[in-house]
């Protein structure tokens, strides 16, 4: 468009910081990490109040089982959306699949002849410390993250390429209906002359897209949001 590109500059960032694309996985670990201490903690539990025999090598098949279709059901509705401060929800619905994983997990079981195998005490214990783990991690997890973000460790730095101030404050608008704080709104550019140069809800004017090209290469500019 203007001219060719020269050397990529090294990022100007001062500090580390992540994408929000990562938090999609700091979620599931959360999750596998809360689901392997519900466990630890319903075995320590049941050898100290209940003493009977188990199959541990069973019981933790199981549990793995159990735990692996919490995470299908929770990936495939984009359960993880959550993480990134979009909804009310704070774990309610993920206990409703963690819930609905148990249940599916004992109907395979009781499918393959193997419920006698099993302690329903040691089951008991496992699901009732995976509900609370789940519901208290959650609700830790995610005021870590609008930690994280707002002194922005993780995040997305967010240009708004439009036409005029008009369109970049409905594009403002609709951020704030959608709450995507993830999104930091760094500034609005256009090339063309008419453009209006006055920030818009705090949000300066930055320049063309030479301008966007030189944050981008300084490390300074994730994503562009056409409005045109």
């Not at 930091?184 to 966007?212: C, M, Q, S």
């Amino acid at each position: 468009m203007h001219g060719q590109l020269g050397g990529m500059p090294k990022s100007s960032s001062s500090h580390i910081r992540f994408t929000s694309n990562v938090l999609r996985s700091l979620g599931i670990v959360n999750d596998i990490v809360c689901l392997a201490l519900a466990y630890l903690l319903a075995s320590t539990v049941y050898d100290l109040t209940t003493g009977y025999y188990y199959d541990k090598r069973l019981h933790w098949t199981g549990a793995v089982i159990l735990g692996v279709n919490y995470l299908l059901i929770k990936v495939s509705r984009d359960g993880y959306t959550m993480f990134r401060g979009q909804g009310e929800d704070v774990g309610n619905s993920s206990l409703a699949d963690f819930l609905l994983a148990s249940g599916l997990t004992a109907l395979v079981i009781l499918q393959l002849g193997m419920m006698r195998e099993f302690s329903r005490g040691m089951g008991v214990y496992f699901i009732a410390f995976g509900i609370v783990l789940l519901f208290i991690s959650h609700i830790a997890f995610r005021r870590l993250i609008w930690l994280l973000m707002d002194r922005g460790i993780v995040g997305q730095r967010v240009a708004i390429y439009a036409s005029d101030t008009k369109i970049v404050s409905r594009v403002l608008q609709m951020l704030e209906i959608e709450r995507l704080p993830h999104l930091r709104i760094i500034g609005y550019a256009d090339d063309r002359n008419r453009t209006e140069k006055n920030p818009v809800n705090d949000i300066k004017y930055l320049g063309g897209f030479d301008a966007l090209l030189n944050l981008a290469q300084a490390g300074q500019l994730d994503q562009v949001i056409l409005a045109l």
